[in-house]
């Protein structure tokens, strides 16, 4: 006769609790999430902690006080992971009933952001009408590190480092160009060289995103100093202040050329021997289970990326 497991799920209840006070970092604000009091929170995660004989939270004082145990954080590890499949398994049980309702959770760079919403998005909502969508934008770096907790389903981002934990599901060279006012000196130009843009007030990117380090190499690699009159932490407002007229700002090329038509600016690519493409990649952990809605909007992403494009 097959004998019990050392760890049965006694108390599912307690377990999402639990998760609830991991995520929100306190009890307080675990309970004013899910409305359930604090005292019935407190009592189900101390249940799930008799049942596996260990302190899941140190119980300090203070908005700091409460941390994971390293039982904790384990067991935090693999409740995301369980999390992921149970929703993987719904989005295909969904599918098969011919429902095709779901979430697909995802993250972008910010600067691709604004591409991706008004056309794909938008056509892949007329498709899709029960599909809803929970967008994160962040640096390249912090989607890896969602993908890689279970906290998305994948990510499109530039130039992320990779590791042998995570699939390139797309992956797509993308050359730069400055973007400049119409009626600048460069605007009717087919190409440019770097060093002609440094000749230029620059509208540049700050060190949080990870355009600034690109930039960088790629000014020292031709040995040309930058003459930045603004520098932001936003794509949106690099993209408003060169159509301003404020300066020029050196960008990826736009994915999309329906994108690229409704700007009122010029787009220039830049021609340069010593500078390569940048990578653009959508990623997802390596063995997750991607829901159907998910798999279906990456499919897409990718049929996108791939269509003819026009300047």
Same mark, same amino acid.
């Given at each position: 006769m097959p004998t019990e497991p050392a760890f049965s799920l006694k108390h599912p209840v307690a377990m999402r609790y639990f998760h609830e006070v991991a995520k929100a970092g306190s009890f307080r604000q675990a309970a004013e999430q899910t409305h359930i009091a604090v005292s019935a929170i407190n009592r189900h995660v101390k249940h799930l902690e008799d049942q596996l004989g260990t302190l899941l939270f140190e119980r300090g004082r203070g908005r700091s006080g409460l941390k994971l145990t390293a039982a904790?954080?384990?067991l935090l590890h693999h409740v995301k992971r369980a999390m992921s !499949?149970?929703?993987?398994?719904? &989005?295909?049980? =969904?599918?098969?009933?011919?429902?095709r309702r779901g979430t697909v959770d995802f993250g972008v760079n910010e600067g691709i952001w604004r591409e991706l919403l008004p056309h794909l998005l938008i056509g892949f909502k007329?498709? /899709? $009408?029960?599909?809803?969508? @929970?967008?994160?934008a962040g640096s390249s770096t912090r989607l890896v590190e969602l993908v890689m907790e279970d906290e998305i389903d994948f990510a499109v981002a530039f130039n992320p480092q990779?590791?042998? =934990?995570? =699939?390139?599901?797309?992956?797509?060279?993308?050359?730069?160009?400055?973007m400049v006012p119409r009626d600048h $000196?460069?605007?009717?130009?087919?190409s440019v @060289?770097?060093?002609?843009?440094?000749?230029?007030?620059?509208?540049? $990117?700050?060190?949080?995103?990870?355009?600034?380090?690109?930039?960088?190499?790629?000014?020292?690699?031709?040995?040309?100093? $930058?003459?930045?009159?603004?520098?932001? =932490? &936003?794509? !949106?407002?690099?993209?408003?202040?060169?159509?301003?007229?404020?300066?020029?700002?050196?960008?990826?090329? /736009?994915?999309f050329h329906h994108a690229r038509e409704r700007h009122e600016a010029a787009f220039v690519p830049i021609r340069e021997a010593l500078i390569g493409p940048q990578v653009l990649v959508c990623i997802a952990r390596k063995g997750r289970h991607l829901p159907v809605a998910a798999t279906a909007m990456v499919a897409q992403i990718d049929a996108a990326l791939k269509a003819p494009s026009r300047r």
């Open positions: 904790g954080e384990i !499949e149970l929703a993987a398994a719904q &989005s295909e049980l =969904n599918a098969l009933q011919g429902l007329k498709a /899709h $009408p029960e599909i809803d969508y @929970r967008v994160t990779l590791n042998e =934990n995570l =699939n390139v599901l797309i992956r797509r060279n993308v050359d730069s160009g400055v $000196p460069l605007a009717k130009r087919r @060289r770097l060093s002609e843009c440094a000749e230029y007030d620059l509208v540049m $990117p700050d060190s949080s995103l990870a355009l600034r380090a690109t930039l960088d190499l790629m000014f020292a690699r031709v040995g040309v100093k $930058p003459r930045a009159v603004l520098t932001t =932490n &936003s794509y !949106e407002i690099m993209r408003s202040a060169t159509q301003a007229g404020v300066g020029i700002a050196i960008l990826t090329q /736009h994915l």
